[in-house]
């Protein structure tokens, strides 16, 4: 793989992994169509490693209050919100995680297919099209409970389907819980740095000596810098009420999927 390309799949990774339109489904779709010959899945983890980066840069500073409010949980006994959030956090982390495990074959597959990604693609746009409706919570972060953190556990652990966006389920499974939408999407980006690293897993498993290092590099760069703007960007647009407009962007990618998996 050329370090041109690595580049354009970075940039499509990084737009995508935080904006509700799937970006396993994006490099599908993209792979499909350049006729991509390396491991999806390990290329696809890889690039996961990029927009790790630009998540925990964003969210730098409450992931140290994070970490701080852990330590001092375990070694002084002494809990504060923040303690209370990582626990949930690793509540909602859990399903996902099992899912991944025990379905692991399944979802293989599924990266092989433009046909699943364009059903799937559909599945995200309906999602969004219905919490539109529904986002009028006022609920923070401060208020989630651990039957809150299992419904949008739940939701991350079916977004291991590609098509299915993980930030658009995970967004929309708080809106439904009443969240507010910037408290839904926070909490979603949090939650996505465990499930990142869950995927970096996959890149060792599979390996990605065949990418070849520049290519690797620049891809991982890549997805970190446009990462990194796509979560200010949501941040902004969800305020906004917009995700009617990325309902009708993935019907529209879907339909394109859909074209490709039956005329190809």
Same mark, same amino acid.
């Given at each position: 793989?050329?370090? $041109? ?10 737009? &995508?992994?935080?904006?509700?339109? @799937?970006?396993?489904?994006?490099? +599908?779709?993209?792979?499909? #169509?350049?006729?991509? %010959? ?16 630009? +998540?925990?840069? $964003?969210?730098r500073g409450e992931l140290a ?10 070694? %002084?006994?002494?809990?504060?919100? $923040? ?6 956090? #690793? ?6 995680? +099992? ?11 599924a990266f092989q297919s433009v ?31 651990? @039957?809150? @953190? ?54 060792? %498993? ?15 760069? &890549? ?11 949501? #941040? ?21 999927? #859909? ?6």
């Amino acid at each position: 793989m050329s370090i $041109y390309q690595g580049i354009f799949l970075g940039l499509v990774q990084g737009l &995508t992994e935080f904006l509700p339109v @799937s970006s396993s489904g994006h490099l +599908v779709i993209v792979q499909h #169509l350049i006729n991509f %010959k390396q491991d999806p899945i390990a290329f696809d983890a890889l690039l996961h490693l990029g927009t790790l980066v630009a +998540v925990v840069v $964003y969210f730098r500073g409450e992931l140290a209050l994070l970490a701080a409010s852990v330590w001092k949980r375990l070694i %002084k006994r002494e809990a504060d919100r $923040y303690a209370t959030l990582a626990g949930y956090l #690793l509540v909602a982390t859990v399903p996902a995680a +099992v899912a991944g495990v025990v379905f692991e074959k399944l979802f293989s597959d599924a990266f092989q297919s433009v046909g699943v990604v364009g059903l799937m693609l559909f599945v995200t746009g309906a999602i969004l099209w219905l919490a539109e409706g529904r986002a009028r919570g006022a609920k923070t972060l401060e208020t989630l409970s651990f @039957s809150d @953190s299992v419904w949008v556990g739940l939701a991350q652990a079916a977004a291991v389907m590609p098509g299915l966006s993980r930030s658009g389920a995970t967004i929309c499974a708080g809106i439904w819980r009443g969240f507010e939408r910037r408290e839904a999407a926070r909490f979603s980006f949090l939650l996505s740095i465990p499930i990142i690293l869950g995927a970096a897993v996959f890149a060792l %498993k599979h390996g990605i000596g065949a990418v070849g290092a520049p290519a690797a590099v620049a891809a991982m760069a &890549t997805a970190a810098g446009s990462g990194f703007l796509a979560i200010g960007w949501l #941040l902004k647009l969800i305020q906004e009420q917009r995700l009617r407009f990325f309902s009708v962007y993935c019907f529209i990618v879907g339909s394109i999927a #859909l074209a490709l998996a039956v005329f190809r």
